[in-house]
């Protein structure tokens, strides 16, 4: 047999540990052999491709457990703010996508809190007063709006201000366009949603990014309508019918907030029909989606113990149903065969959520994986509940670094408490990762670095001061909450793959041919050194389609 593109010259990491390997031969979409450059070289002829990965580490293709991939890549061909590391560079950006763009509204996103704590529509106005805008912040639970959009929407002085939200407003008491929370659904639900070509053409843009990190698959974390957004499962659809869509992909259906315990059974009952039409178009949407809460940032995540602001004081949050109703929703979906795939950022949210999987798995028995996305507080007897409850922890590494607006909120002890990573591995809980993009950058070695030192880099283009000769960058507990190097790179890969898709993600005779080579071998760096990290090659199904 002669193979069709040998990997030679690295070290592989297997998707569970680095072994003695240095080389791995791929025919037919499948690995065919691993072994040392001999071994391997012994497939190849005049006719096979020869990468040579220069000693950088050979690893299964990263699969993003939790993303909003689609949008990330309807933002990227509308106005996408996210390159901009100064005020006038995102402001240029503004006034670029305003001069290409003829839409009645101008959308997109990614601005940065660093650079505008407080928008406003004035702003806005100067560049475009005659068409409405509307950007999402970086983290998506914000939009900066111009006054047309204000206008359009029927936002004024007197519209009241939203539960869970906040219209800012300026001395006068006018809106200054600038909406958290639930407040930019006022303006979302008149913002225009993307057509199905635009989410198509968003797919395959976000499939060519994730390319170039090494990303290989992922889980999109909803399906259905949202905050102004149309339901993307068309897109998907489409993608595998005419096989532009190459990553294997799953996806979660989305149970909006506010569902009432009496109507719990009818969407399990829509879920299913969903699920198995999609499932007979080859998309796997066996995985519920539901945010148990909102986020610290906007004190909406649901806390035990209330937030340090003393405009909501004794304010602990609330839950976006009622604790009845996700018990129900927990266990009619459990029973119905259904994963759970929870957003949850405060430590009630949390406690809340592991009574009721400990109710479903008493009455329905062991079923599917249920996993658990972002949490930034857990209080650590719960923490040790992931494992015996079988519930996976689904990382976002890249938030686990000390978040000085968080810690005003919440305080030093919480926030050094946050993202127990370690506690929940001990408990014997599987482990998998994702990055929420656009909520933040789908750069799996950024979050893989966050997740081992417990530090994040600077913003581009935000200046810190140097730290004194020998001190280190301030962690979350980095002594005991940190995850080694071979956890977190076994999250991304094979704990991933083996959550979302079914299948082990790893680098062994006969596994699918998902594979991506590091710029260097991260084991043989300093800690410090992974934040440099790139992708140099990226193969799907044994196909190269990304080479740096």
Not at 394 to 408: E, H, M, S, T
Request: hydrophobic fraction near 45%; charge should be negative.
């Amino acid at each position: 047999m002669i193979a069709e593109t040998v990997i030679v010259g690295g070290r592989i990491f297997d998707g569970r540990a680095l072994t003695s390997n240095t080389a791995v031969a791929v025919s037919g979409g499948r690995i065919v052999r691993v072994g040392s450059d001999a071994a391997v070289g012994e497939l190849a002829d005049a006719s096979t491709r020869v990468i040579d990965a220069r000693g950088g580490l050979i690893h299964p293709g990263f699969v993003d457990a939790h993303a909003h991939a689609v949008f990330a890549g309807v933002e990227r061909l509308s106005i996408d703010l996210t390159p901009a590391t100064s005020v006038q560079e995102t402001l240029d950006l503004i006034r670029e996508g305003a001069r290409r763009s003829d839409g009645a509204w101008l959308t997109g996103g990614g601005w940065s809190h660093d650079l505008f704590p407080v928008p406003t529509r004035h702003q806005l106005d100067e560049i475009v007063p005659d068409r409405p805008v509307a950007l999402s912040d970086a983290g998506h639970h914000t939009l900066w709006v111009n006054s047309k959009a204000l206008e359009l929407a029927g936002v004024d002085r007197n519209t009241p201000q939203p539960h869970n939200g906040v219209i800012h407003l300026d001395e006068a008491g006018d809106p200054i366009g600038y909406l958290n929370e639930t407040a930019a659904e006022l303006v979302g639900r008149v913002v225009p949603p993307a057509t199905d070509d635009e989410m198509y053409e968003g797919l395959l843009n976000a499939q060519e990014h994730l390319w170039s990190l090494g990303v290989t698959g992922w889980h999109e974390a909803i399906l259905g309508e949202y905050n102004g957004k149309a339901d993307c499962t068309p897109a998907f659809l489409r993608g595998i019918a005419d096989r532009t869509l190459k990553d294997q992909t799953s996806g979660a259906l989305w149970v909006a907030p506010g569902l009432r315990q009496e109507d719990v059974p009818a969407l399990v009952a829509r879920f299913i029909e969903r699920r198995d039409r999609n499932a007979a178009a080859g998309f796997d949407t066996s995985t519920a989606k539901a945010m148990i809460d909102g986020v610290p940032h906007g004190e909406t995540a649901a806390l035990l113990e209330p937030y340090f602001n003393h405009t909501h004081d004794g304010f602990t949050g609330e839950l976006h149903f009622t604790e009845d109703t996700i018990r129900d929703l927990v266990a009619q979906l459990d029973a119905a065969g259904f994963a759970l795939h929870l957003h949850i950022m405060g430590d009630r949210g949390i406690r809340v959520a592991l009574d009721a999987i400990e109710v479903a798995r008493a009455v329905n028995g062991a079923g599917r994986r249920h996993h658990i996305a972002h949490l930034s507080m857990v209080q650590p007897e719960d923490a040790r509940r992931f494992g015996p409850l079988g519930i996976t922890a689904n990382i976002q590494g890249l938030w686990a670094a000390p978040d000085p607006y968080v810690v005003a909120l919440i305080g030093e002890e919480r926030m050094s408490q946050g993202y127990p990573f370690r506690t929940i591995a001990d408990s014997g809980a599987d482990l998998a990762m994702g990055s929420d993009w656009p909520v933040s950058p789908a750069d799996p070695w950024l979050a893989i670095h966050v997740a081992v030192n417990r530090w994040a880099p600077p913003p581009p283009g935000i200046e810190v001061p140097p730290l004194p000769a020998g001190a280190t960058p301030p962690a979350l507990d980095a002594e005991h909450q940190s995850l080694t190097l071979s956890q977190a790179l076994g999250a991304y890969t094979s704990g991933s793959t083996e959550l979302v898709l079914g299948r082990p993600g790893r680098i062994r005779v006969g596994e699918r041919a998902d594979l991506a080579v590091a710029t260097a071998d991260p084991f043989a760096l300093p800690p410090e050194a992974l934040v440099s990290l790139q992708t140099a090659v990226t193969l799907v199904a044994g196909e190269v389609v990304f080479e740096r």
